[in-house]
């Protein structure tokens, strides 16, 4: 709907007033413009198309910033470490902070958010938490799973004695096998950007504490859990970053 259509409709009798249809013009031209704008906005901030600063006002609306915490190389003073002992570490102060901050780049962005958009929506389900993931890993050499610790059976020694109730075990884990994931990648997960826990159920990750190894387990040979000799002990993101 364009300024000239809206004049268009204006009866003859002020049609041929100058100075009304001057000040109608200049009343309409704002309203047209701005309403141009507002018909753009889910094209210019569409998650799929929204680059750069686009993409952070996306980020404002679904509060996800683009920035992740990672620890900082230290210079402080520790033992055990060549080149940071004595006469040679920093002292650290009280106020020093030990992590440094990265911005994500738009690409990797992009996927944290649509990741989180997923996770607001999540039914509470494993293979609902699994397409979450899915959303931001998208490296096919890194297996990042879901594992469901509940029993499928309930065995004898699960039930509280007296009563017939069930003890089942209300945690879940978040397997990371294969390829190591990039710093970045790790410290999303130690801050939890990816907001997946179903309400009174533990959630804990476990990362591989080797490259391009599966997590160690019994009775499972695969690319995400395997046995002696092949699986590598899970730890958490947190660990690994110190790694």
């Keep these: 709907m364009t300024e000239d259509y809206l004049l268009g409709l204006v ?7 100058p100075k009304f249809m001057a000040t109608l013009a200049a009343v309409l031209a704002p309203l047209v413009a701005m309403r141009d704008v507002v018909s753009h906005l889910p094209v210019d901030f569409d998650l ?11 980020g404002v609306r679904i509060g996800r910033a683009r920035t992740v915490r990672l620890p900082a190389p230290t210079l402080y003073f ?21 992590q440094t901050t990265v911005s994500l780049d738009d690409d990797t962005y992009r996927r944290l958010l649509r990741a989180n958009i997923l996770a ?44 017939g109730d069930q003890r089942l ?5 978040i397997g990371v096998a294969g390829k190591a994931l990039s710093l970045t990648y790790l410290g999303i997960l130690d801050q939890n950007l990816i907001p997946i826990k179903p309400a009174g159920i533990d959630s804990t990750y476990a990362v591989a504490s080797t490259n391009n190894r599966a997590l160690f387990g019994f009775d499972v040979q695969n690319e995400f859990v395997a046995g002696f000799d092949t699986g590598a002990f899970g730890v958490t993101p947190a660990e690994r970053l110190r790694a």
Excluded: C
Excluded at 11 to 17: E, I
Excluded at 48 to 58: E, F, P, W
Excluded at 124 to 139: E, L, S, Y
Excluded at 169 to 173: A, D, K, L, N, P
């Design 48 to 58: 799929d198309s929204a680059i750069g600063v686009q993409l952070d006002a996306v």
């Design 120 to 163: 607001k929506h999540w039914d509470g389900t494993i293979p609902g938490a699994q397409a979450v993931f899915d959303a931001f890993f998208i490296d096919p050499d890194t297996y990042v799973f879901v594992q469901d610790n509940a029993p499928a059976a309930f065995p004898d020694e699960l039930a509280i004695p007296g009563t």
């Design 78 to 98: 520790t033992f055990d470490e060549v080149g940071l002992g004595f006469d040679r570490g920093v002292w650290k102060g009280p106020y020093e902070d030990p």
């Design 169 to 173: 075990e209300m945690s879940m884990t």
């Design 11 to 17: 009866p003859p009798w002020h049609s041929t007033r």
